[in-house]
């Protein structure tokens, strides 16, 4: 196995195949999303207050499921530029930064209950 660190490992023209671990790897990736975004597709279905942070995780999982099935295939077929590690390292940093902002969405759950019961008991006195 070549060096990890190196920019030769990341940046080759000519990436090797990925070692038998590291496929199976991104095959039960594969696996967790799809079932990720089946999960969260019935769940963003059902109302309740966590519904639009369903709806974002279904987004999640849907698109690193089509990323996932993408990497898998160059891989496989061993295109090179598209089996080029560096498309792990982005897609990595993607994953990350998607979940952060969820996360964020997740914080602001309280304050959107709270919003959510004022306007219903505003409503309550409006006529309709």
Known sequence: MQNILTTKFWFSNNPPALLPIFFNLLIIALAIFLLASLAFYVLKRKKSAYQYIFSYLFDFSLTNLFIAILVTFFNYEKITFFSARF????????LLTWLVFILIKLKKIPERRKRKEKEKEFKKYIPH
Do not use: H, M, Y
Not at 87 to 94: P, T
């Open 87 to 94: 498309w792990l390292i982005l897609w990595f940093i993607e």
